[in-house]
Protein backbone atom coordinates (compact mmCIF):
# COMPACT_ATOMS: atom_id res chain seq x y z
CA UNK A 1 0.00 0.00 0.00
CA UNK A 2 0.97 3.61 -1.33
CA UNK A 3 0.02 6.93 0.56
CA UNK A 4 -2.11 8.64 -1.97
CA UNK A 5 0.29 11.72 -2.20
CA UNK A 6 2.51 9.15 -3.63
CA UNK A 7 1.01 7.87 -6.16
CA UNK A 8 -1.36 11.48 -7.11
CA UNK A 9 -0.76 15.23 -6.38
CA UNK A 10 -3.50 16.49 -4.55
CA UNK A 11 -4.37 20.05 -5.02
CA UNK A 12 -6.54 22.52 -3.33
CA UNK A 13 -9.13 24.39 -4.97
CA UNK A 14 -9.22 28.25 -5.58
CA UNK A 15 -11.49 30.97 -4.77
CA UNK A 16 -13.61 31.58 -7.27
CA UNK A 17 -14.12 35.23 -8.34
CA UNK A 18 -17.54 35.43 -10.44
CA UNK A 19 -17.57 38.29 -13.39
CA UNK A 20 -20.08 37.64 -15.95
CA UNK A 21 -16.67 38.24 -18.89
CA UNK A 22 -14.42 36.29 -17.23
CA UNK A 23 -12.54 34.11 -19.18
CA UNK A 24 -12.13 31.49 -16.70
CA UNK A 25 -14.63 28.79 -15.67
CA UNK A 26 -14.93 26.95 -11.68
CA UNK A 27 -16.30 23.68 -10.72
CA UNK A 28 -17.67 23.62 -7.44
CA UNK A 29 -18.96 21.20 -5.11
CA UNK A 30 -23.09 21.82 -6.40
CA UNK A 31 -21.40 20.45 -9.36
CA UNK A 32 -19.95 17.34 -9.14
CA UNK A 33 -23.11 15.62 -7.76
CA UNK A 34 -24.25 16.79 -11.34
CA UNK A 35 -21.34 14.68 -12.92
CA UNK A 36 -22.21 12.04 -10.70
CA UNK A 37 -25.03 12.14 -12.24
CA UNK A 38 -23.98 11.56 -16.00
CA UNK A 39 -25.45 15.52 -16.29
CA UNK A 40 -23.04 18.44 -17.56
CA UNK A 41 -22.96 21.12 -14.91
CA UNK A 42 -23.48 24.97 -15.43
CA UNK A 43 -19.97 25.82 -14.11
CA UNK A 44 -19.40 29.59 -13.00
CA UNK A 45 -17.68 31.82 -15.12
CA UNK A 46 -15.08 34.00 -12.86
CA UNK A 47 -11.56 35.83 -13.61
CA UNK A 48 -8.31 33.41 -14.15
CA UNK A 49 -6.62 32.94 -10.67
CA UNK A 50 -3.49 34.36 -10.10
CA UNK A 51 -2.23 31.57 -7.54
CA UNK A 52 0.34 28.88 -8.74
CA UNK A 53 -1.43 25.92 -7.03
CA UNK A 54 -4.11 26.72 -10.13
CA UNK A 55 -4.10 23.68 -12.76
CA UNK A 56 -6.86 23.11 -14.81
CA UNK A 57 -8.38 19.95 -14.89
CA UNK A 58 -7.56 17.20 -17.40
CA UNK A 59 -8.30 14.05 -18.44
CA UNK A 60 -8.05 11.23 -16.01
CA UNK A 61 -8.37 13.89 -13.11
CA UNK A 62 -10.23 12.81 -9.99
CA UNK A 63 -12.66 15.72 -8.28
CA UNK A 64 -12.92 14.88 -4.74
CA UNK A 65 -15.27 16.77 -2.33
CA UNK A 66 -13.56 18.56 0.60
CA UNK A 67 -17.02 19.15 2.30
CA UNK A 68 -20.58 17.53 3.53
CA UNK A 69 -21.30 14.13 5.17
CA UNK A 70 -19.93 12.00 2.45
CA UNK A 71 -16.56 12.42 0.51
CA UNK A 72 -18.24 12.89 -3.09
CA UNK A 73 -15.32 11.63 -6.27
CA UNK A 74 -15.70 11.17 -9.69
CA UNK A 75 -13.41 11.23 -12.74
CA UNK A 76 -12.98 14.33 -14.42
CA UNK A 77 -15.41 14.52 -18.02
CA UNK A 78 -15.19 16.51 -20.82
CA UNK A 79 -17.63 19.10 -19.76
CA UNK A 80 -15.40 19.95 -16.85
CA UNK A 81 -11.90 19.70 -18.64
CA UNK A 82 -10.20 23.72 -18.23
CA UNK A 83 -11.86 24.60 -15.73
CA UNK A 84 -10.28 25.21 -11.92
CA UNK A 85 -11.94 23.58 -9.08
CA UNK A 86 -13.21 25.57 -6.32
CA UNK A 87 -12.20 25.74 -2.42
CA UNK A 88 -14.75 23.09 -1.22
CA UNK A 89 -13.42 20.21 -3.64
CA UNK A 90 -9.74 18.60 -4.51
CA UNK A 91 -7.64 18.57 -7.50
CA UNK A 92 -5.94 14.61 -7.36
CA UNK A 93 -4.40 14.10 -10.26
CA UNK A 94 -3.26 10.31 -10.36
CA UNK A 95 0.69 9.67 -11.85
CA UNK A 96 -1.01 7.05 -14.56
CA UNK A 97 2.29 4.93 -14.67
CA UNK A 98 1.36 3.67 -10.80
CA UNK A 99 -2.81 4.47 -10.65
CA UNK A 100 -5.88 3.59 -13.37
CA UNK A 101 -7.88 7.06 -12.32
CA UNK A 102 -10.96 4.93 -12.38
CA UNK A 103 -9.75 2.24 -10.53
CA UNK A 104 -8.33 4.96 -7.84
CA UNK A 105 -12.35 6.66 -7.63
CA UNK A 106 -13.73 3.23 -6.97
CA UNK A 107 -11.38 2.95 -4.14
CA UNK A 108 -12.07 6.20 -2.32
CA UNK A 109 -15.45 5.68 -3.21
CA UNK A 110 -15.95 2.20 -0.69
CA UNK A 111 -17.66 2.79 2.29
CA UNK A 112 -14.23 1.60 4.14
CA UNK A 113 -12.73 4.33 2.44
CA UNK A 114 -15.24 6.45 2.98
CA UNK A 115 -15.46 5.76 6.82
CA UNK A 116 -11.49 6.63 6.88
CA UNK A 117 -12.11 9.97 5.17
CA UNK A 118 -14.80 11.15 7.82
CA UNK A 119 -12.74 10.64 10.57
CA UNK A 120 -10.29 12.86 8.58
CA UNK A 121 -13.02 15.71 8.71
CA UNK A 122 -13.08 19.19 10.92
CA UNK A 123 -15.02 21.30 12.56
CA UNK A 124 -19.04 21.83 13.39
CA UNK A 125 -21.43 21.91 10.70
CA UNK A 126 -20.40 21.86 7.09
CA UNK A 127 -17.03 19.71 8.10
CA UNK A 128 -13.92 19.74 5.90
CA UNK A 129 -11.67 16.95 4.80
CA UNK A 130 -8.23 18.11 5.59
CA UNK A 131 -6.32 17.89 2.83
CA UNK A 132 -3.21 16.30 4.56
CA UNK A 133 -5.86 13.36 5.74
CA UNK A 134 -7.21 12.81 1.86
CA UNK A 135 -3.06 12.99 0.65
CA UNK A 136 -1.95 10.22 3.81
CA UNK A 137 -4.95 7.56 2.68
CA UNK A 138 -3.25 4.44 2.08
CA UNK A 139 -4.04 3.06 -1.69
CA UNK A 140 -3.67 -0.74 -2.46
CA UNK A 141 -1.95 -1.04 -5.75
CA UNK A 142 -2.35 -4.51 -7.23
CA UNK A 143 -1.15 -5.23 -11.16
CA UNK A 144 -2.37 -2.20 -13.68
CA UNK A 145 -4.46 -4.91 -15.69
CA UNK A 146 -6.02 -6.11 -12.29
CA UNK A 147 -6.99 -2.16 -11.60
CA UNK A 148 -8.20 -2.18 -15.06
CA UNK A 149 -10.83 -4.54 -14.39
CA UNK A 150 -11.17 -3.52 -11.14
CA UNK A 151 -11.89 -0.09 -12.74
CA UNK A 152 -14.19 -1.84 -15.03
CA UNK A 153 -16.08 -3.71 -12.69
CA UNK A 154 -16.90 -0.44 -10.74
CA UNK A 155 -17.98 1.78 -13.53
CA UNK A 156 -20.40 -1.74 -14.91
CA UNK A 157 -21.80 -0.59 -11.04
CA UNK A 158 -22.05 2.49 -11.99
CA UNK A 159 -23.85 2.43 -14.56
CA UNK A 160 -26.47 0.09 -13.73
CA UNK A 161 -27.42 2.54 -10.61
CA UNK A 162 -27.97 5.54 -12.58
CA UNK A 163 -30.29 2.91 -15.15
CA UNK A 164 -32.04 1.74 -12.11
CA UNK A 165 -32.79 5.34 -11.26
CA UNK A 166 -34.13 6.46 -14.65
CA UNK A 167 -36.17 3.47 -14.61
CA UNK A 168 -37.26 4.26 -11.16
CA UNK A 169 -37.81 8.05 -12.03
CA UNK A 170 -40.11 6.74 -15.24
CA UNK A 171 -41.54 4.47 -13.08
CA UNK A 172 -42.89 7.59 -10.87
CA UNK A 173 -43.89 9.73 -13.80
CA UNK A 174 -45.88 6.26 -15.44
CA UNK A 175 -47.44 5.74 -12.47
CA UNK A 176 -48.94 9.13 -11.57
CA UNK A 177 -50.38 9.28 -15.32
CA UNK A 178 -52.04 6.34 -14.93
CA UNK A 179 -53.56 7.48 -12.14
CA UNK A 180 -54.22 10.84 -12.88
CA UNK A 181 -55.91 9.74 -15.72
CA UNK A 182 -58.32 7.31 -14.15
CA UNK A 183 -58.94 9.96 -11.65
CA UNK A 184 -59.77 12.19 -14.82
CA UNK A 185 -61.89 9.52 -16.03
CA UNK A 186 -63.70 8.55 -13.11
CA UNK A 187 -64.78 12.46 -13.06
CA UNK A 188 -65.87 12.49 -16.77
CA UNK A 189 -67.91 9.70 -16.16
CA UNK A 190 -69.27 11.09 -13.44
CA UNK A 191 -70.32 14.21 -15.23
CA UNK A 192 -71.42 12.69 -17.96
CA UNK A 193 -73.86 10.95 -15.64
CA UNK A 194 -75.15 13.78 -14.34
CA UNK A 195 -75.83 15.46 -17.85
CA UNK A 196 -77.60 12.56 -18.76
CA UNK A 197 -80.26 13.24 -15.59
Given amino acids: MLELREIANVLSGVSVREAIHGAARFMRLSDLSEIKAGKSPALAIGETPAVARALTIEEGDLIVG ?33 VNPQYL ?13 SGGKQGTGLARLAKEALEKTEVPLPPMERQQLIAGLAQSFEREARLLKQLANLNTILSREAVTRAIRAADTGRNFSRSAQ
Fill in 105 to 117: AAFLDLPTTQAAL
Fill in 66 to 98: ARGVTTDVCVATGAVFGAFVSLDLYLVRPNRAL
